[in-house]
C-alpha cells in the first residue's frame, strides 16, 4: 500500500510512524512545505526564555532519521498544492527547485493545521515587526529580530494558550510585555472567576494587561487600540486565535463541516474514503454537548492519527468525542481545565450547579504546601460531572485529569467521592482535593447547606448584608469584609444573641471550612437563613484584587491577605 501523508508535527508524522508500525511493507511519504517535519510546536514559546537555549533542539526529527530509522520518506520544502481524488493522485511543487510532480496514493492523510488569524482591518499586520509564532521558523525570526533590535518592550495581541506563553517566556527574559486581550478575560476555557486569579499573577509580575481591548493599527514602536489608547512596542505578537487550514480541502471537493473545519466521520475519513483528515484543521464533535466543534492541541491529534492510520489496515476505531482538556503554566501558578465551564452551561441551558473550594494540595506541615483553587461543574439533579477548573502552585494537573478520567467514564459526584487515590503527606491530603470538592457538591446538590459564590460578595456588601467573620482575632486584624462582624468560630455558640433569625446571615472563614462548620451548627440551632461563602476571605481577596487594582470601585475588603 502507497500511504501519502500532508503535513507532519503531530499529526501527520504520527499518521506515518503508525503505518509503518502497522506495516513494514507499506510505502510511506509525507510531504511538508517548511524546512521542518517534526518539531516541538508547543514548545516554541519557551525559546524566547531560554528555557530551551537552542532552537536547533525543537527540531525532533530530520528526514534521514525518519529514513533511517523508520524506512519513512519525508520530503521538506515541498507544497502539495493539488489533490485529485478522481485519479488517486496528488500535485506537489519542490520550493527549491520550482519542479512540479505528481505522486500516486492508496491512501492519503491530511495534517495542514492551522494558520494565525491576522485581520485584514487591523493597519500595519505586515509588517517587519510583527511576528506569529506557528513553527520553528517563526520563533527564530521573532527571537532574532528582538536580539538584533534589542527590543525592550512587545505587545502580544491575544490572550489564549500561545499568547500567555509568549508574554509570560518574554517577560522571563526582560522584556516589558504588553498584553492586548478583546474579552474580559485572558483563557477562555476559565470561568471568569477563575480567570481573575491569573489577572492577579500577570499584575504582580508586572505585565501590562489591557482587557476589552482590540487594536487598531500597528506603527513603528507602539500599537494603536480601538479605544484610542497607545501602546508602546518595538514589536508585536499576534496570537488572537487561528483558522483551520482548509484550502486544498475545499478546492477537491472535500466536505466542510459547520465549524469551517474539514468534516470527517469516527474513523477520520472525509467523505472520499481513502482520504483522511486530522488534527487542527479537523472539525470533532464534543462528548458532553454532541455539538461541533475545533479542538487545536497535541494530545488529540496525535489520538486521530493513530485511528486515522487504524483504519487504513481495517482496525476500527471508538470515537468517543473530545472534552477540551488543557493546562498551562503561568510564572508561580499551574492552571488546568477540562470539560465545559459555567459560560458552556449557561448557552446550552444546561441546569448545573457548582463546588467551589480551596483546599491544601498537600499537608500543610510539609514543605511548599500551598492552596489549590478548584472548581468543580456538575449536572443537576443527576450529580453527572460536567467540568472542572484548577489554579494553584501544586499539582493542578493531576486533579483536573482526574476529573477528566470521571468525565470520559460518565462519572458522577457519587462516583467521584468514593474515588480512592494515592497519598502520601509529600503529594496531598488524605481527602484529596477531588474528593473535597465532590462532597461538597452533593451537600450543596442535597440542599445540606446554601451558599453564596464569590463573584456575588460584592453586591452583598453593596446591599449592606449581614455578613459574619468567623476567623480568629489575628485574622481578622489583617484583613476583612469591610461591613463584616467578627464573630470567631470559638466563640460563637456564646454569641448567638448577635445573630439574627430574621434575615439571611452570610458566614465566611478563610477558605470556607470553618464557615461550612458554623454554618452546619446554626442550621441545627434553628437559623434557616444561614449561607456559607464559597471560596471565603482568600477567594474574595484572590478575586477582587485586580480589578481593584486597574479601576477605581471601591474595594470591600479593609486589606487584602493571600496567606
Known sequence: MRILVIGGVAGGASVAARARRLDEKSEVIMFEKGPNVSFSNCCLPFHLSGIIEDSDSLVLMDPHEFATKYNIEARVNQEVIAIHPDKKTIKVKNLETGEVYEEKYDKLALSPGANALMPESIEGTNGDNVFIVKNVVDIKKLQGYIVEKDVKEVAVVGGGFIGVEVCENLMKAGKKVHLIQS??????????????????????????????????????????????????????????????????????????????GILVNHNYQTNYPDIYAVGDAIEVTHKLTNEKTRLAMAGPAQRQARAAADHMFGRLHNNKGIIGSCCIHLFDLNIASTGLNVKDCERLGINYDIAYTIPGDKVGLMPKANPLFFKLIYEVPTGKILGAQGVGKGAVDKRVDTIATMISMNGTLEDLKELELCYSPYYGTAKDVVNHTALVALNVMHNEFKQVRVDEVRELVQKDAFIIDVREKHEWDKGHVVNAKHIAMSEFRQRLSEIPKDRPVYIYCRSSQRSYNVVRALQTLGYDKVYNIAGSFLGICTYEYYLDQVTDRKKIVTDYNFS
Open 183 to 260: 474579552n474580559n478575560q485572558i483563557m477562555s476555557p476559565l470561568d471568569f472567576d477563575m480567570a481573575q486569579i491569573l489577572h492577579k499573577e500577570l499584575y504582580d509580575h508586572g505585565c501590562d494587561l489591557h482587557l476589552e481591548e482590540r487594536i487598531s493599527a500597528i506603527k513603528t514602536g507602539q500599537v494603536i487600540l480601538e479605544s484610542g489608547k497607545q501602546v508602546k512596542a518595538d514589536a508585536v505578537v499576534m496570537a488572537i486565535g487561528v483558522t483551520p487550514e482548509t484550502k486544498l480541502a475545499k478546492e477537491c471537493g472535500i466536505e466542510i463541516g459547520e465549524t469551517g
